[in-house]
Every structure is written in C-alpha cells, then in structure tokens.
C-alpha cells in the first residue's frame, strides 16, 4: 500500500501525500516521499548502517 514518509529521522508517516509536521525534525514542513514497503522499513538505512558511514 502507497503511504508518505519522511526522511529527516523523525520517523513521520503519512497515508497522503503532504509535509513533515514534526516540528523538531531537520526537514520540518518538506515533502514526504513516497513509498511502497511492505515491511514498515521505508527503504531507509538502518540505525547501524548510518552509524558505519
């Protein structure tokens, strides 16, 4: 199922399209992305591997 995420770390995730609305997050009113995942990972890095680079 489509959904919107953002990817500024504040773990965001919308079933619209639309803007990050956490205040404190670095991408705070940008678009979210879209994503198709089926196990809630977003396709984003894991903790540990934005930790390795």
Do not use: I
């Not at 609305?21 to 089926?38: F, I, R, S, V």
């Amino acid at each position: 199922m489509t959904h919107y995420v953002c990817t500024g770390g504040c773990g965001g995730v919308s079933e619209t399209p639309g803007t990050c609305q956490a205040e404190t997050c670095p991408l705070h009113e940008h678009d979210l992305k879209e994503c198709n995942c089926e196990d809630g990972k977003h396709d984003l890095p894991s903790e540990e591997e934005t930790k390795e680079e």
